[in-house]
């Protein structure tokens, strides 16, 4: 996927500002940047998901198509099955009143086409590969029976069910302690290569990027200041806020391969 001078106006403010982003597949692209630069907004654009009355112009182009003026019909084909995100609060995605197992098999069904013996063995697949504990079991269970953790991976599963090509994760481990987040990331590092997902991860935290992105991009009121490999953004930053941001972090995190 590739993003050109993309530009997104509502109410007469440009919240995105000409963004150029490669996102490839078997990567994780990184997009940082602190609240308000911009980041969230550019992932829902990317998924066709723009705040209701904003005009969006620029390119995305995802597999030999132009996403920018693509109808809310054709989107919605693509999103889920093509194009998934996971969110930083995984009940945002999980309807509380159904089990995972009806969630999961309703997803898959709907996107593919598939039986309903094949959604549930598609179903436990998916538990299996986000390592689940015991997936039969958690078919039959409800979001609040689960851990944050466990919802996490739930909701990653979910989003992968329909094999799609892009994965946009936007802060996945905010919610999380610290032993946690770390499962999640290197969760999200093996699905990226296991399945050649183009993942773009979107994260205020530089210390996530630096354990877990290929490249990062760094933006700061609507645009993209710097975008390079992680080991040049982090060990030799060229933006003054890029600078900022890798000073605060930890001397763990400024080391050339981060935490992986």
């Given amino acids: 996927m590739a993003v050109r001078g993309l530009v997104l106006e509502l109410g007469g403010r440009r919240l995105l500002d000409g963004v150029d982003l490669d996102v490839p597949a078997g990567q994780v692209t990184g997009l940082a940047g602190e609240s308000g630069s911009g980041k969230t907004l550019t992932g829902m654009a990317v998924l066709g998901l723009p705040p209701q009355g904003a005009c969006l112009s620029g390119s995305i182009r995802y597999g030999g198509r132009e996403l920018v003026g ?13 194009l998934a995100m996971v969110f930083q609060d995984p009940t945002a995605s999980l309807h509380p009143m159904l089990s995972i197992g009806g969630q999961l098999t ?3 069904r709907h996107h593919l086409r598939l039986s309903r013996r094949q959604a549930r063995a598609r179903a436990l697949e998916v538990l299996e590969q986000v390592r689940v504990p015991s997936p039969e079991q ?23 069910a329909c094999r ?8 996945p481990t905010t919610a999380l302690d610290v032993t946690v987040q770390a499962g999640i990331m290197r969760l999200l590092r093996q ?3 296991e399945l050649d997902l183009a993942v773009l991860l979107v994260t205020h935290d530089l210390a996530v990027m630096s354990s877990l992105a290929d490249t990062i991009a760094v933006m700061r009121t609507g645009a993209v200041v710097e975008h390079g490999p992680r080991r040049d953004v982090i060990r030799t930053p060229q933006h003054p806020y890029t600078r900022s941001l890798v000073e605060a972090l930890p001397d763990r995190a400024r080391r050339p391969d981060g935490a992986r």
């Fill in 70 to 82: 693509l109808g809310a019909r054709a989107h919605n084909a693509l999103r889920g099955k093509e």
């Fill in 191 to 193: 699905l990226c290569e």
């Fill in 164 to 171: 799609p090509r892009v994965l946009v994760a936007d802060e």
């Fill in 138 to 160: 958690a078919l039959r269970r409800y979001p609040h029976e689960f851990s944050g953790g466990q919802l996490q991976r739930i909701a990653i599963a979910i989003a992968i």
């Fill in 106 to 108: 309703d997803h898959v």
